[in-house]
């Protein structure tokens, strides 16, 4: 079955650099996600990658994936406060029910 | 922007109250979907819905119902509602037009007391 893991949290200074880590284990996911969910919201889709890609990069947010390793992960540069927030990783497989299945978040704390 | 809207936002009932949950679309999208999250935790798929007359379970058990009558609107039901039922519910929707990404809408914050 599908299972999608995260470490779950991460501490940085403002100005930093933060990577997020996330691990899958569907080799049939097409589409891996990352969403952001600030307190008492929904969830907010900041990027997604391709699974015959290596890299995307947009604006501050990199995504980089190792589809060996079935290894996923999100660089956020400049990381300023207000990107305090869960940040999940989700994935899509390619085959049977097309739902997402979502790691269980990665908390993300700024600190000035 | 996603065109996908949820109602109530916050809701507190009483223990075997029947509630509906609102979700809708402007997007035409053809797959929706209900996941449940507690505060904080991960999202759960409970229900989801390929298209107009189509519904299926999730992966976490749910005593609540879906019905897909029209194309933008995916409510869920509790027939019974009870404490165990304090949640976030969220909806959401996609279609293999725009690459099968899935939008979410705010979530319905839900307290049975």
């Known amino acids: 079955g599908e299972d999608v893991e995260q470490s779950l949290f991460l501490s940085v200074r403002e100005g930093d650099s933060s990577v997020i880590n996330c691990t899958y284990t569907?080799?049939?996911?097409?589409?891996l996600y990352w969403y952001k969910q600030e307190p008492g919201a929904g969830l907010q889709l900041l990027t997604y990658i391709f699974s015959n890609m290596d890299m995307k990069q947009d604006q501050r947010l990199t995504v980089l994936l190792n589809k060996k390793d079935k290894h996923l992960s999100l660089r956020i540069a400049d990381t300023q406060t207000g990107d305090s927030a869960i940040y999940f990783c989700a994935e899509i497989p390619d085959t049977g029910r097309r739902a997402l299945t979502f790691g269980s978040g990665t908390r993300l704390q700024v600190q000035p | 922007e996603a065109d996908i809207y949820q109602t109530p936002r916050y809701l507190v009932i009483g223990t075997g109250k029947k509630i509906t949950l609102e979700c809708s679309q402007t997007m035409g999208h053809d797959k929706m979907y209900w996941y449940q999250q507690d505060p904080g935790m991960e999202l759960h798929l409970i229900h989801y819905s390929y298209g107009v007359n189509s519904t299926e379970k999730g992966d976490l058990s749910s005593e609540s119902t879906v019905s897909r009558i029209r194309t933008e609107h995916f409510p869920l039901t509790l027939e019974s509602a009870r404490p165990s039922h304090t949640s976030q519910y969220l909806c959401?929707?996609?279609?293999?037009?725009?690459?099968?990404?899935?939008?979410f809408g705010e979530g319905s914050w839900l307290t049975v007391v």
């Open positions: 569907d080799s049939s996911s097409t589409y």
């Open positions: 959401a929707s996609s279609t293999r037009a725009s690459g099968n990404t899935i939008y």
